[in-house]
């Protein structure tokens, strides 16, 4: 993200990302910089601020009156300490941060009409993470189970049961439906989006749920009751309008 911010022009940088419609494509940045800061010096979202809304919106506008190279440096500084904890934490949770970050760098160069960031390695970690999710959210809320082809790969969600549906599609357009984030100069946005009017609530907060609670199954089953079905039929709308299929069974 950050070498791709860096060759963006001032108007590009004070772009709207429509997948974080209150935020440009700097904000972007800022939250990703800051999340990672916040993380590092051990500062969490209040005990009230449901969904960790007030903390991110925080770290943007800490950030908002420095320059982007200031921001990009502090990036430098913060990611070694980041990505140890990572790596001391484990696969579980890296894979969510590669997830979360792979998801706001796709919605950036979406919101600007510039190539897909799908390199291999990074798409299949951050899909494995978020199938994961998937998995506890469907399996507490007793859903039943679906199936996800991502390209040559097919995994089965929410039980080993008969599938009562399927998605399937590239593992790069499978993971942008599970993100819930396309960007609008992607001409299937337009398409989808009075289709996604209804589901896009419930896809916002399954997004800012993996942030905060990183698939922790006592939160998973707090939220699962009244939410896993409008998430399920968001992720196969988005699946559907992303190239891919879906197929009820």
Do not use: C, K
């Given at each position: 993200m950050a070498a791709?911010?860096?060759?963006?022009?001032d108007?590009?940088?004070?772009a709207?990302?429509?997948?974080t419609p209150?935020?440009?494509?700097?904000?972007v940045l800022?939250?990703?910089?800051?999340l990672?800061?916040?993380l590092n010096?051990?500062?969490?979202?209040?005990a009230?601020?449901?969904?960790?809304?007030?903390?991110?919106?925080?770290?943007?506008v800490?950030r908002?009156?420095?320059?982007v190279?200031?921001?990009?440096?502090?990036?430098?500084?913060?990611?070694p300490?980041?990505?140890?904890?990572?790596?001391?934490?484990g696969?579980?949770?890296?894979?969510?941060?590669v997830?979360d970050?792979?998801?706001?760098?796709?919605d950036v160069?979406?919101?600007?009409g510039?190539?897909?960031?799908?390199?291999?390695?990074t798409?299949?970690?951050?899909l494995?993470h978020?199938?994961g999710f998937?998995?506890?959210?469907?399996?507490?809320?007793?859903?039943?189970?679906?199936?996800?082809?991502?390209?040559?790969?097919?995994r089965?969600?929410?039980?080993?049961g008969?599938p009562?549906?399927?998605?399937?599609?590239s593992?790069?357009?499978?993971?942008?439906?599970?993100?819930?984030?396309?960007?609008?100069?992607?001409?299937?946005?337009r398409?989808?989006?009075?289709?996604?009017?209804?589901?896009?609530?419930?896809a916002?907060?399954?997004?800012?749920?993996?942030l905060?609670?990183?698939g922790?199954p006592?939160?998973?089953?707090a939220i699962?009751?009244g939410?896993?079905l409008?998430?399920?039929?968001?992720?196969?709308?988005?699946?559907?309008?992303?190239?891919?299929?879906v197929?009820?069974h």
């Amino acid at each position: 993200m950050a070498a791709t911010v860096a060759e963006l022009a001032d108007d590009e940088l004070q772009a709207l990302v429509p997948a974080t419609p209150e935020w440009r494509v700097r904000d972007v940045l800022a939250h990703v910089v800051g999340l990672a800061a916040d993380l590092n010096a051990q500062r969490f979202p209040a005990a009230d601020d449901a969904g960790g809304s007030a903390w991110a919106a925080q770290q943007v506008v800490a950030r908002r009156d420095l320059a982007v190279a200031a921001i990009v440096a502090e990036w430098v500084r913060e990611a070694p300490v980041f990505e140890a904890g990572l790596r001391f934490f484990g696969y579980e949770e890296g894979s969510h941060f590669v997830a979360d970050l792979h998801a706001h760098h796709q919605d950036v160069r979406g919101a600007l009409g510039l190539s897909r960031d799908d390199d291999p390695l990074t798409v299949a970690v951050a899909l494995d993470h978020y199938l994961g999710f998937l998995d506890q959210l469907l399996l507490a809320a007793q859903w039943g189970t679906l199936e996800v082809v991502a390209g040559n790969e097919a995994r089965l969600v929410g039980g080993a049961g008969v599938p009562r549906a399927g998605v399937s599609g590239s593992a790069f357009d499978v993971l942008r439906s599970f993100s819930a984030a396309f960007g609008s100069a992607d001409p299937r946005t337009r398409v989808a989006r009075r289709r996604r009017r209804s589901a896009r609530t419930a896809a916002a907060g399954l997004h800012r749920w993996l942030l905060v609670a990183g698939g922790r199954p006592d939160r998973v089953a707090a939220i699962a009751a009244g939410g896993a079905l409008m998430v399920v039929r968001s992720l196969i709308r988005a699946a559907t309008t992303g190239g891919g299929a879906v197929s009820a069974h």
